[in-house]
């Protein structure tokens, strides 16, 4: 340790001993370790963060809570050799927004790729846990990789949406605002952003934001917008870029986790799973909440995750014409803060989505949401438009989202093993920020592989979407019907789901086999009733498919025991 490092980290060990008595600080490579024990979990995470203002690459915090033992990472119950003996030329760990994008990414070259993820689908954590926001970029610090990755991907997801058909509008933006104060400060850290970071935006005052929200709350004495702003569904776009990866090639391993890596020379040789040992050329780490875990089997843990969960609520589609635009009513203190503050958004299917909140949490599979917090996000955001009530809600979720103590994404090539690539540390605004980071890791992952790589001369980046019966004319209608009467039998009433399009979802380049997986598709059982209605027809569906067991979410939501007629023995 050279003699700068020994004063920083004396420094930093003086300030913890006062601050935070227990704690213990050494150098780990060129990152900073935190052990001990601490009594509360926020604590914990203070802690972290402080340290990460100590001047080092990144934090590993090993502090532990007192009494507290965190449960194991949930696998998968299957366990074969379906992937044993594989070689594929890169290995992408995680089957969100980030791993899909980087996947396709990939298909564009001569690659033989492999995409694993340890859930039965894509899309099942953060993925299909947040609010759909293309973010504009205008919230994240100039000079950070959120803000260069925020701008670049926003600009790239017109296309992309196109390419791929999935719904996509610049509906924008409002940062409302209470005090005139706050407007007059605000003004100058806008523009100093839009111009650093190349965000356009314009001030709003009270009658202009009335003209375009007439419901606004009278709270509200003006707003800045940012038109760059755009929506769309998460996880329909995680399924479709699972998809089109899958048309150019992409080999996709759904109850799939990693358990072990070996490692020779500094590079990974071997990958095990539960479904065999893999022998890949390249790695790609994008594992979300458990990206830490993954660069701890190869030997490069310099940094740690914090979950940081939010929830949110869904207000049934009468509320949707009462806002155009996704909002929150801040203070300037949120300007700077790591979390926006949640708000309200029209979602692209036409709901209103309230949240989220955001709270630090030891868990990193937790998904319960609970009343208090409910309470909360309805109080602060449904106020802020005049017609919303506790009576639309139709639904509840949580999401968990993955940051560092850096708060900052981790794009790079492994500065220990040569054949691995981290896209880590990616929350909010991770979702407008895929096709960007995607980008810059394919880049990377071919830097790695070293050699010529040619590119794939048969990639297509447009999806072979299926027929989505609400976008159609009444003329198209009656046309797809005649030549597929399945077309015209209504099994979601809610939605207007035909039993056409459930099928297709079935029977897809990543086929859904589960009720939650068709539901992410094509959306029966996102209505008012929640899918009572619809989801015996939607299980009936997927058994004429020859789907053998019938969940609702994965491993331990199974619907059935047994078919009528056979014997099913009490203790099943």
């Not at 300037?332 to 299917?349: E, H, P, Q, V």
């Not at 708060?407 to 090539?413: D, S, T, V, W, Y």
């Not at 297509?460 to 159609?472: D, E, G, I, T, Y």
């Not at 619907?559 to 203790?571: I, T």
Request: charged fraction near 25%.
């Amino acid at each position: 340790m050279g003699g700068i490092a020994t004063k920083k980290l004396s420094s930093l060990q003086n300030i913890l001993t006062r601050k935070y008595p227990g704690v213990e600080c050494s150098e780990f490579g060129d990152s900073i370790r935190l052990e001990g024990t601490l009594d509360d979990w926020e604590t914990i995470v203070r802690c972290g963060k402080f340290a990460a203002k100590g001047g080092f690459r990144a934090v590993i915090n090993d502090v532990k809570l007192k009494d507290f033992t965190a449960p194991p990472m949930r696998t998968p119950a299957v366990k074969d050799s379906a992937l044993h003996g594989l070689t594929p030329d890169v290995l992408v760990i995680g089957g969100g927004v980030i791993g899909c994008s980087i996947a396709r990414e990939l298909s564009r070259w001569q690659l033989k790729v492999l995409l694993v993820d340890k859930e039965d689908d894509v899309a099942m954590h953060a993925s299909s846990r947040n609010d759909g926001m293309i973010h504009p970029g205008i919230a994240s610090h100039p000079g950070t990789l959120r803000g260069e990755y925020n701008v670049r991907g926003n600009a790239m997801y017109t296309q992309i949406c196109k390419d791929l058909s999935v719904p996509f509008e610049r509906w924008g933006n409002l940062i409302l605002y209470r005090e005139h104060r706050f407007g007059a400060a605000a003004r100058f850290l806008f523009a100093y952003r839009e111009k650093a970071l190349g965000v356009p935006g314009k001030h709003l005052n009270r009658r202009q934001l009335e003209a375009v929200e007439p419901n606004i709350t009278k709270e509200a004495v003006g707003a800045f917008e940012f038109p760059s702003s755009g929506i769309l569904s998460p996880y329909k776009l995680t399924v479709a870029l699972a998809e089109n990866a899958v048309e150019n090639g992409v080999q996709i391993s759904l109850n799939t986790v990693v358990t072990g890596m070996d490692t020779e020379h500094g590079a990974i040789t071997a990958v095990h799973t539960n479904r065999g040992t893999v022998r890949p050329r390249a790695v790609v780490n994008a594992a979300g909440c458990f990206c830490d875990s993954v660069a701890d089997m190869a030997g490069d843990r310099f940094f740690s995750i914090h979950p940081r969960k939010g929830e949110c609520c869904i207000l049934d589609k009468d509320a949707g014409p009462l806002s155009q635009r996704s909002m929150g009513l801040i203070g300037l203190a949120a300007a700077f803060s790591a979390s926006k503050g949640g708000g309200i958004m029209r979602t692209i299917d036409g709901n209103v989505l309230v949240g989220p909140d955001a709270y630090e949490q030891p868990l990193r599979e937790d998904f319960s949401t609970h009343k208090d917090h409910m309470d909360m996000v309805m109080d602060k955001h449904l106020p802020l438009i005049n017609g919303f009530n506790r009576g639309q809600v139709v639904a509840y979720f949580a999401g968990v989202r993955a940051p560092t103590y850096e708060e900052e994404f981790i794009i790079e090539g492994s500065a220990r093993v040569q054949n691995l690539v981290h896209a880590a540390g990616i929350q909010s605004p991770g979702l407008a920020s895929a096709p960007a980071i995607a980008e810059e890791i394919a880049k990377l992952t071919l830097g790695r592989l070293g050699g010529k790589i040619l590119p794939n001369e048969r990639f297509n980046p447009v999806r072979n979407a299926s027929p989505v019966m609400s976008k159609l004319s009444l003329s198209q209608k009656q046309e797809l019907i005649t030549k597929n009467p399945e077309y015209g039998v209504v099994v979601c009433r809610c939605e207007g789901i035909s039993k056409g399009e459930i099928r297709a979802a079935a029977r897809s380049p990543l086929p859904a086999t589960g009720l939650d997986a068709v539901k992410r598709r094509v959306r029966p059982g996102m209505g008012r009733c929640q899918g009572g209605f619809c989801s015996p027809l939607v299980a009936e569906i997927l058994q004429e498919e020859g789907v053998e067991t019938i969940t609702k979410k994965g491993a331990g939501s199974e619907l059935f025991v047994g078919n009528l007629g056979q014997e099913v023995r009490s203790d099943d």
